[in-house]
């Protein structure tokens, strides 16, 4: 299962799009940051780097 943004924790540093390999977390509209689901490779790396640890598998 791809990993999960929790908007209400995210501040949109983009930590982790900038971290991701497969480059596929996007910035939304609101400003928050959001995971394409059917890109994401499961590697966790976005999690590893969020610093408000809003990101979890989902």
């Known amino acids: 299962m791809a990993f999960k ?3 209400d924790e995210c501040v949109g540093c983009g930590i982790c799009a900038d971290n991701c390999p497969n480059s596929c977390i996007a910035e939304g509209e609101d400003g928050k940051y959001v995971i394409n689901a059917d890109d994401c490779v ?3 790396v976005c999690a590893d780097n969020c610093p408000n ?3 979890a598998e989902g």
Request: overall charge negative.
């Open 42 to 44: 499961e590697c966790g």
């Open 53 to 55: 640890n809003a990101i």
């Open 5 to 7: 943004i929790n908007a």
